[in-house]
């Protein structure tokens, strides 16, 4: 009888760079700091993976689309109904931002 071998994941919490995901204090970008706003531009999916790493989030769904358009979803919840619960209230947080309320719990 064979077995499974275990799934082990591994938690790095070093505070990483929103350029280049590397270790926090970056040598590569030492004068840069996180800008937490509202913007129109843009934003580099490294960008934001950083942030919600250095978050220290205690759960996390990502929702996104590939280079080849394919789209990816996770959830770090097995639940599908929290994980969709979580995907509606940040639907709900965005509206309230361009409805120019920023200020949403």
């Known amino acids: 009888m064979t077995t499974k071998p275990e799934l082990v994941?591994?938690?790095?919490?070093?505070p990483r760079?929103?350029?280049c995901f590397g270790p926090r204090p970056c040598p590569k970008h030492?004068?840069?700091e996180p800008l937490s706003v509202v913007t129109s531009h843009?934003?580099?999916p490294m960008h934001m993976l950083a942030q919600a790493?250095?978050?220290d989030l205690e759960t996390v769904?990502?929702?996104g689309i590939t280079k080849d358009g394919r789209e990816y979803f996770a959830s770090s919840h097995p639940d599908a109904a929290e994980s969709m619960y979580?995907?509606?209230r940040g639907i709900y947080?965005?509206?309230r931002i361009v409805d120019g309320d920023d200020e949403a719990d």
């Open 93 to 95: 947080k965005l509206n």
């Open 53 to 55: 790493h250095n978050a």
């Open 86 to 88: 979580h995907l509606q």
């Open 42 to 44: 843009e934003v580099p």
């Open 9 to 14: 994941a591994v938690v790095d919490a070093t």
């Open 61 to 63: 769904v990502i929702v």
């Open 17 to 19: 760079c929103e350029f």
């Open 30 to 32: 030492p004068n840069v």
